[in-house]
């Protein structure tokens, strides 16, 4: 299981991690080490969500991160409406 991303800009997706999905804790989000396919879990199991509900914020969360989004080095920060 591969990064989703280049290791660079781990800081800048865990802000957006926090941002989104606020009530995960630091350690939480750190544990992920930059596999995003193992957030849909930890957002599951931390707000009660179905799997499907919580699979769905991923998909729109990783829309966000396409690599169109890197290629300046600066990322849409802004509160994605999940």
Avoid: C
Avoid at 35 to 49: A, C, G, P, T
Avoid at 72 to 82: A, D, R, S, T, V
């Amino acid at each position: 299981m591969g990064r989703d991303f280049s290791r660079s800009k781990w800081p800048e997706i865990k802000e957006m991690i926090k941002t989104n999905w606020d009530k995960l804790e630091e350690d939480e989000i750190d544990s992920l080490k930059g596999h995003l396919d193992l957030l849909s879990e930890k957002i599951q199991i931390k707000y009660s969500y179905s799997k499907e509900q919580a699979d769905n914020e991923m998909l729109e969360f990783k829309k966000v991160l396409n690599p169109a989004s890197f290629q300046h080095g600066h990322l849409p920060i802004n509160n994605i409406n999940l």
